[in-house]
């Protein structure tokens, strides 16, 4: 007793092939879309902390956006202007950092320039706990995830009001700031 297996012919239409295909690539280029982070901060001034998040955010994302932040409630020491300056000159050689000033929330400029993400570093716990509060109400108003990394152990203790302190009192502010800052 011989069993015939059945052969089965597939007929293909080309036309509604190159669809689908066309269908799945393009809901592949969505998923793929780039990687945009907004690290906002008023960088009154960028410190080597601030400046070891953003080298090791680049490994993560597409492109960051270091958005200072104008509050006309806080006093600065350095003008919008200077604080613009010192961060551009820092990453003037890296093509995936850019810098804008911005009022308002964070998420709000967020959803006006596409970013998914905010990016923070933290130096200790009580930044942590800041931070969270922040970024939990972030997701809460938002769909914006906020992305955390730890300082560098070498930078953990430098903060811009640490470094404002130092200047005000005529120390050595040099080694806790990129070369781009400096006082005249």
Avoid at 99 to 105: A, C, D, P, W
């Amino acid at each position: 007793m011989s069993s015939k297996i059945p052969i089965q012919t597939w007929h293909f239409d080309i036309k509604k092939l190159s669809k689908r295909y066309i269908l799945h690539r393009n809901n592949q280029l969505e998923k793929s879309k780039m990687r945009k982070a907004i690290f906002p901060g008023s960088f009154d001034p960028i410190t080597l902390g601030h400046e070891d998040i953003i080298k090791r955010g680049v490994s993560l994302f597409d492109e960051i956006v270091i958005a200072i932040g104008v509050n006309a409630e806080k006093k600065y020491m350095f003008s919008l202007e200077e604080r613009k300056r010192f961060i551009e000159e820092t990453f003037k050689d890296e093509p995936k950092v850019t810098v804008i000033t911005y009022e308002g929330l964070t998420i709000d400029l967020c959803h006006r320039i596409k970013a998914d993400f905010i990016l923070r570093g933290l130096r200790n716990p009580a930044d942590f706990e800041f931070e969270k509060a922040i970024a939990h109400t972030n997701r809460h108003l938002s769909k914006i995830e906020t992305v955390f990394l730890l300082t560098a152990a070498r930078t953990s203790y430098i903060s811009s009001s640490i470094v404002r302190d130092v200047i005000r009192n005529g120390g050595e502010y040099q080694m806790l700031v990129p070369k781009a800052v400096r006082v005249k």
